[in-house]
């Protein structure tokens, strides 16, 4: 009964509301809305089972599946149509993986800068584990996040005449996601300090050797084992993630970063013959939204107040403000116009489910506070609410559909 009420809360109302909203919402934005308005009204859904514990399972498992997409799309090329050859801007990698960078740099350099400044004096944003540097430092990294997945179905929903636009756009995201994903690691580590290195035991160790098995075995398959029968690699697929996912949890780190990694690291000829776009939408549409819903639903509703408000709204403007500004000082292709690279820009500063999966990883780690929480949560519906608008706003057209 409890999973029943789950589903049709924070799966099929959000799937109704997008489908009646003509999808000009991301999917992944409505249980997320869904959940804060339980936790802010404290309505009785615990007398349905809501969260119930299957609905829990199931959404976790979704988001690490979710996780293990984004990094098999390290090897696809994403948003782009097979029968149609999208004719980019002139540029080269170089000019992209700087752009990138530069894209990621100032946002994540002048919002963690802003955030121990303003917002980290303030008692109830104050990291619990009492690092104040590194709460700024994963609020600067949820700052400077782009949403690949979701950017994806907004891509592929555009006029054939913005497509490159938006491929500029994706071939950023994916170096932004690579960095949330390295960063997340990193910040938990420095979190952990000396202690993280310390008090080995034989699960830390057997991690790291299975992470290094992980790279061989992906190198000799990559040579040696070119084109393996489809159901050996779908065998293939759950022990590759559930080995990935172990060795980051028994290094001290989230399981969704090992996903990532483990999606990172399988054969890239592999990963072109699998339904990676089609079981990543699945995931996202009939099974995620449990975990978005209850990460909604987690919000501390004493913490939605007026200042909180007004601190999202804060983190909205830094974050829109300085990635607008980080692809007009180094654009990903020199012959862009003002109003293209404002419309790269715009697609960049959509937060969408990832800035969501990595706030619950850092408050689930006692990295940032129930106010940074929430205000983040804010943050990511807000910033991926706009991205349509401000699209159409430069570049003149319709707003894309969001998948």
């Not at 004096?121 to 997945?149: F, K, N, T």
Request: net charge positive; aromatic share 8%; hydrophobic share 55%.
């Amino acid at each position: 009964m409890g999973l029943i009420a789950d589903a049709g809360l924070f799966v099929l109302v959000p799937w109704l509301a997008w489908r009646l909203l003509g999808r000009v919402i991301p999917i992944a934005v409505l249980p997320i809305i869904v959940g804060i308005l339980l936790a802010l009204t404290q309505w009785p859904v615990a007398r349905l089972g809501i969260p119930s514990a299957s609905g829990n399972a199931i959404g976790w498992v979704a988001v690490l599946i979710l996780a293990f997409t984004a990094g098999l799309e390290m090897w696809q090329h994403p948003g782009e149509d097979p029968n149609e050859v999208p004719v980019l801007p002139p540029t080269s990698l170089p000019r992209l993986l700087g752009s990138a960078l530069v894209a990621l740099a100032i946002p994540f350099t002048l919002g963690t800068l802003l955030v121990h400044t303003v917002l980290m004096p303030l008692p109830e944003w104050r990291a619990p584990d009492g690092h104040d540097w590194i709460g700024a430092m994963a609020v600067g990294l949820c700052i400077a996040v782009s949403a690949l997945p979701v950017l994806i179905g907004i891509v592929r929903e555009l006029a054939p005449a913005d497509r490159p636009i938006g491929q500029l756009a994706l071939r950023l995201a994916v170096v932004d996601d690579l960095a949330l994903w390295t960063g997340l690691a990193t910040l938990q580590f420095a979190a952990d300090g000396t202690a993280a290195l310390h008090g080995w035991q034989r699960g830390q160790f057997l991690a790291v050797l299975l992470l290094g098995g992980m790279v061989a075995i992906s190198g000799w398959a990559t040579r040696r084992v070119r084109h393996p029968p489809l159901w050996l690699i779908w065998m293939v697929l759950p022990a590759w993630l559930a080995a990935g996912s172990w060795a980051s949890m028994q290094l001290g780190l989230h399981e969704l970063i090992g996903a990532y990694v483990a999606g990172a690291l399988m054969p890239p000829r592999w990963v072109r013959r699998l339904p990676v776009e089609q079981v990543g939408t699945f995931s996202l549409i009939w099974l995620a939204p449990l975990f978005f819903g209850h990460s909604g639903m987690h919000i501390n509703g004493h913490a939605l107040t007026f200042p909180s408000v007004l601190a999202s709204l804060l983190l909205v403007v830094v974050s829109i403000a300085t990635k607008l500004a980080a692809v007009v000082l180094y654009p990903p292709a020199p012959a862009l116009s003002g109003r293209q690279k404002l419309a790269v820009g715009t697609l960049l500063q959509c937060k969408g489910l990832m800035e969501i999966v990595a706030a619950t990883i850092l408050h689930q780690r006692g990295m940032i506070s129930d106010f940074a929480y929430a205000s983040l949560m804010l943050l990511a519906v807000i910033s991926t609410l706009l991205t349509g608008p401000m699209f159409r706003l430069f570049e003149g057209k319709a707003a894309p559909r969001a998948g």
